[in-house]
């Protein structure tokens, strides 16, 4: 039996809207997988995991497809659902300062 391969990660899987946005852009701009990651500098596999949302995308990658394709891809669209929640969780320079004040 083969053993099932892990999720990649930064990033784990891709935000489903960014996926969806990649895929459409790249359609719009009439490019196959195959071109978009020759492009890109990636694999056609990886380019297809990118928009059927199961692989992450690094930055750099992000910024390549931005590029190559004319279109914005915002910095919270590349984290994972768990790292989303994580940086809406974060807290904020305020929130420390009223912490280390005390009631």
Do not use: C
Request: glycine residues 8%.
């Amino acid at each position: 039996m083969k053993a099932k391969r892990k999720p990649y990660t930064p990033g784990s899987l891709m935000d489903p809207a960014l996926a969806a946005s990649i895929k459409a852009a790249r359609e719009a701009k009439g490019l196959t997988q195959k071109q978009l990651a020759a492009l890109v500098g990636v694999s056609t596999a990886t380019a297809s995991l990118w928009e059927e949302g199961r692989r992450g995308i690094s930055t750099f990658h992000a910024l390549m497809v931005s590029r190559v394709l004319g279109v914005e891809i915002t910095m919270e669209s590349t984290l994972s659902a768990s790292q989303q929640k994580k940086l809406a969780n974060a807290p904020t320079v305020n929130g420390l300062n009223e912490a280390a004040d005390g009631p």
